[in-house]
């Protein structure tokens, strides 16, 4: 998860590719973003998941995080 109703994925094949995935009442938006964008959007959700002091969550995005971007 990302935000509130927004969740993100990427491709299979060599993780360049991003789609944001956001649901309310109407249905479900797909966006394209880039893996630049993406990386700046799961930096925030670490540092909002370190500063609420949910160390789980942190640690399984953490993980995510490193495989993807490092």
């Given at each position: 998860?990302?935000?509130?109703n ?36 799961l930096?925030n ?26």
């Amino acid at each position: 998860m990302v935000d509130e109703n927004q969740e993100l994925f990427t491709t299979l094949y060599a993780q360049r590719l991003f789609f944001l995935v956001a649901s309310d009442v109407k249905g479900m938006k797909f966006q394209p973003i880039g893996r630049t964008e993406a990386r700046m959007m799961l930096e925030n959700r670490l540092r909002n998941l370190r500063r609420t002091g949910q160390s789980q969550e942190y640690d399984q995005l953490q993980s995510v995080f490193q495989r993807t971007f490092q």
